[in-house]
């Protein structure tokens, strides 16, 4: 909808401008709701991804460091072992030359047994490559084995004889092959490692990428929607004004229209009460009149002629009153022939014939010379709100004070009725009386409360023609 | 013997008909014009300078307090009845504050009129009864629902006698001539009615007489 600043636009009907607009944000509102969950879901499904892969790539390079150094530590203690089987190997066949304490036969044999043991204690994880080396190291091993058993058993002649040339054609090509063998092994480990470390690496930057990815997409989609809750919000906005501004209007057009309303009241008001008395009221007092002369043209004497007129007489009478009420009521022409005071004196005095309460009328400085409007405002006012105290709040006595100085007149009724609560009880008499007050401009305040009587207070403010 | 002259003043054709019909009964009266509104009945009245003008309250331009005001301030030799629907208070005490000599309900205007003529033509005040009746109604009631006392009841009789006179128009001349007292002292006496009744100048001093059938 569009706002429209011509007088004459009528403003759309409020249910369907709701209906519209109602359906419309429905579905914004749940396409909101839609991007809001997948950027949600997209956030946290990043995080997750992100804290589970950075573990998994954390334990990954464990298992990596802890596998090359249990290799590592497998390697180093069939080295050591090998030298240890060596070196008591050698001195056992040199013990004749260099006349040491020679170790025992029994003792090379453990020492065998200790590289085969740290041989089969290598970890379980091996690869192929691994495997081969290591199975060609058992076989270098079985061989040794037989060599050993064979060399043990010499005696010390042939032992002598020939401890160098084994020495140097067996044992040391042996523990060289060995040595060459494990070199390799741990090579091909630290290459592995390394090959490993690089998988670890690549993991982590694809991990890094994906992240970038995440948070760049979940970024954009933020802005994306922050824009469009940006101009919802604007369009919520707009609305809004323009249906306080729709609703301003209204009221603005209720207000003149109640104010018209008035208006017309009044003046109908007048005219049916200047008809019925000018009318119906004049040609029933020359009627009056002229029954009157009839029963002077008619004999005294002639009694039932006499008694039918003053009938008549009677009839037209009750109907002359009667209508003249009703003209008082709707438009009482002492406003007009005595000004406002008087008129207020009159209706003080109706009502303490019609009812049993005694109203009185105190004025101060009131000028003659009030608009028609201010006459007709504070007339209707006191009327309504001496009825009111007479009728319904059962007062024995009421107050009109009315006083005027330079720019207002200040109009107040008091009675002692059992009075009303004015926050609840608001008949149509008051908002009458607030009309009327509000198109003069003035103000109006009803203070009561139940068993404390009522108090109408109301300022109009005055033209320049009326100040006295 | 001179007759009467009398300008009737109405909006409604229907009602002067009527009353001049009763009038042109009487041999001592005669009616010598009619108005239409107030401006008229003001001009008629210079023109004319009629004994008698019998007016209705109600009527366009210039109604008939006003109009009444305006010609016996310029000529206080013309009695004015004022003719009117109310018996209200308001009304009578307006239209003795604009000068009316006469005040009479159109209800029982067919029967009072001629009373009424003669009796202002002849210097005297003339009220319709039932407006004595709804003042006194009125004044009546409001003493009883105030518990206040009547204040006629304070007024001593010589007091009472000259309230009369007074009300009935007899200048304080007049009314010592009439006593065979000292102007100095009816003035002293009417000074007193008039604080004890609590009223201020001669028209409410009138509407009390009418309201207690003093006079009528």
């Known amino acids: 909808m569009r706002a429209s600043t011509s007088q004459n636009t009528v403003a759309p009907l409020p249910s369907a401008f709701d209906a519209e ?7 914004v509102r749940r396409l909101l709701f839609i991007a809001f969950g997948w950027l949600l879901v997209l956030l946290i499904g990043a995080g997750t991804d992100a804290l589970f892969s950075v573990r998994r790539l954390d334990r990954a390079s464990q298992e990596v460091s802890q596998r090359f150094t249990a290799h590592n530590r497998a390697l180093g203690t069939i080295v050591v072992s090998v030298r240890v089987y060596d070196d008591q190997l050698e001195r056992f066949l040199l013990q004749d030359q260099l006349q040491e304490s020679a170790p025992a036969p029994v003792d090379i044999t453990t020492k065998i047994a200790a590289v085969r043991a740290a041989l089969a204690n290598f970890p379980q994880d091996r690869d192929p490559e691994e495997q081969f080396l290591l199975a060609a190291m058992l076989q270098q091993l079985q061989e040794q084995e037989t060599s050993c058993a064979v060399v043990l058993a010499w005696r010390s002649d042939l032992r002598q004889q020939r401890a160098y040339q084994f020495i140097g054609q067996q044992l040391i090509p042996w523990r060289t092959r060995i040595f060459e063998l494990t070199a390799q092994v741990s090579s091909f480990d630290e290459h592995k490692l390394a090959l490993e470390n690089l998988a670890v690496a690549e993991r982590f930057q694809s991990l890094e990428s994906r992240l970038v990815w995440l948070v760049s997409l979940a970024l954009i989609a933020g802005i994306l929607m922050s824009l469009v ?6 369009r919520l906005e707009r609305q809004a004004r323009q249906r306080y ?4 209007r209204s009221r603005l057009d209720l207000e003149s229209l109640s104010a018209r309303l ?8 007048r005219s049916i009460s200047r008809e019925l008395h000018d009318e119906v009221g004049q040609s029933l007092g020359a009627l009056l009149v002229e029954i009157g002369q009839l029963s002077k043209l008619i004999s005294p004497d002639d009694r039932v002629t006499q008694a039918q007129i003053a009938q008549i007489k009677s009839v037209a009478e009750t109907a002359v009153k009667s209508i003249r009420d009703i003209a008082l009521l709707l438009r009482p022409p002492m406003l007009d022939d005595l000004g406002l005071v008087p008129a207020l004196e009159w209706q003080a005095r109706e009502i303490s014939r019609r009812s049993d309460m005694e109203a ?26 001496l009825n009111n105290a007479a009728t319904h709040a059962g007062a024995k006595n009421a107050k ?15 009675d002692d009725g059992h009075g009303f609560d004015p926050e609840r009880q608001r008949g149509m008499g008051i908002l009458g009386m607030e009309e009327r007050v509000r198109r003069l401009g003035g ?20 033209g320049r023609i009326e100040a006295p | 013997m001179r007759k009467i002259r009398i300008l009737l003043a109405d909006d409604h054709k229907l009602i002067r008909g009527g009353l001049r019909l009763l009038v042109e009964q009487q041999p001592d009266l005669t009616v010598v014009g009619e108005a239409n509104d107030g401006r008229e009945t003001v001009t008629l009245a210079k023109s004319l300078k009629p004994d008698v003008i019998v007016m209705d309250i109600g009527m366009p331009n210039l109604n008939g307090i006003e109009a009444a005001l305006q010609i016996t301030e310029a000529s206080p030799e013309i009695s004015v009845v004022m003719l009117s629907m109310h018996s209200d208070e308001s009304y009578v005490l307006r239209a003795l504050k604009a000068g009316a000599k006469g005040y009479l309900l159109k209800d029982s205007a067919e029967s009072d009129l001629i009373k009424a003529v003669h009796a202002v033509a002849d210097g005297k005040s003339f009220f319709s009864p039932a407006v004595s009746k709804v003042l006194l109604d009125d004044y009546v009631r409001k003493l009883k629902r105030s518990g206040a006392e009547d204040a006629y009841d304070l007024l001593t009789p010589r ?22 007292l000292s102007v100095y002292t009816v003035e002293t006496h009417r000074s007193n009615i008039m604080e004890k009744l609590n009223l201020r100048g001669i028209p409410e001093l009138i509407l009390f007489a009418v309201r207690r059938g003093i006079i009528s």
């Open chain 1, 21 to 27: 607009s109602s359906g419309h944000s429905k579905k």
């Open chain 1, 229 to 234: 809750c940006g101009w919802y919000i604007l």
């Open chain 1, 245 to 248: 501004q729709a609703l301003a």
């Open chain 1, 262 to 269: 008035v208006e017309a009241q009044e003046e109908e008001r």
């Open chain 1, 360 to 385: 009185e009328v105190q004025s101060q400085n009131v000028s003659e010379n009030l608009g028609d409007e201010t006459k007709v405002t504070v007339y209707r006012l006191v009327q309504e709100a």
């Open chain 1, 400 to 414: 009109v004070t009315i006083a005027q100085n330079s720019d207002k007149i200040a109009v107040e009724i008091t």
């Open chain 1, 443 to 462: 103000t109006l305040t009803i203070a009561s409360a139940p068993g404390k009587g009522a108090t109408v207070k109301a300022e109009l403010p005055l």
């Open chain 2, 159 to 180: 007091e009472r006698e000259i309230l009369q006179l007074v009300a009935e128009g007899k200048s304080n001349k007049d009314v010592a001539n009439l006593l065979n």
